[in-house]
T-cell receptor, first 112, second 112 residues
Framework: KQEVTQIPAALSVPEGENLVLNCSFT??????LQWFRQDPGKGLTSLLL???SQREQTSGRLNASLDKSSGRSTLYIAASQPGDSATYLC???????????WGAGTKLIIKP | SQTIHQWPATLVQPVGSPLSLECTVE??????LYWYRQAAGRGLQLLFY??????ISSEVPQNLSASRPQDRQFILSSKKLLLSDSGFYLC???????????FGPGTRLLVL
């Protein structure tokens, strides 16, 4: 059974720092992995999608990596800004029926 | 915490056929409920939300409709599917408008 874990559950850092959010999954048979952002009281914003054949994806200050063999993905945020404050969710799409398995999220606070 | 159930996991339907996707929520009463769609290679789009039984708000004009016949049941329907209805449909539940939305595993719909 696929399980997705995100560590840490919460993170608070000063503005300007580079940071890494972690996501781990137990079954390497995945179709893709996605990182989402959720702002308080709002829905999800899709940030990056990494296909199972890819190693990383980049968008602006965000870089997501995928290591299927170790069951890990990281989301790297460079030069963090207060506007980056949100909950970041990792979700794995299973190879068999394409459903998403969600991590519990990391709540990120960037202090001005 | 809440648990969101969605079914089916995958669905292949011909153009012009009807659609019914179901979402049910466990763990909370009178939740706000949401239907999202993620088209291939694109972000999430909010389709409908509901703050109570029989109360449906639509975010975008489209071929789809939603209904909430019971407190913890949210149904996405169409009378005649279009090719452009293909995508990944996510249901979400929220205990309060200021709290986190919890997402279901999704339904992948392919209209041929």
């Amino acid at each position: 059974k696929q399980e997705v874990t995100q560590i840490p559950a919460a993170l608070s850092v000063p503005e300007g720092e580079n940071l890494v959010l972690n996501c781990s999954f137990t079954d390497s048979a995945i179709y893709n992995l996605q990182w989402f952002r959720q702002d308080p009281g709002k829905g999800l914003t899709s940030l990056l999608l990494i296909q199972s054949s890819q190693r990383e994806q980049t968008s602006g200050r965000l870089n997501a990596s995928l290591d299927k063999s170790s069951g890990r993905s990281t989301l790297y945020i460079a030069a963090s800004q207060p506007g980056d404050s949100a909950t970041y969710l990792c979700a794995v799409e299973r190879d068999s029926n394409y459903q998403l398995i969600w991590g519990a999220g990391t709540k990120l606070i960037i202090k001005p | 915490s809440q648990t969101i159930h969605q079914w089916p996991a995958t669905l292949v339907q011909p153009v012009g056929s009807p659609l019914s996707l179901e979402c049910t929520v466990e763990g909370t009463s009178n939740p706000n409920l949401y239907w999202y769609r993620q088209a291939a290679g694109r972000g999430l789009q909010l389709l409908f939300y509901s703050v109570g039984i029989g109360q449906i708000s639509s975010e975008v004009p489209q071929n789809l409709s939603a209904s909430r016949p019971q407190d913890r049941q949210f149904i996405l329907s169409s009378k005649k599917l279009l090719l452009s209805d293909s995508g990944f449909y996510l249901c979400a539940g929220q205990r309060d408008s200021q709290e986190t939305q919890y997402f279901g595993p999704g339904t992948r719909l392919l209209v041929l």
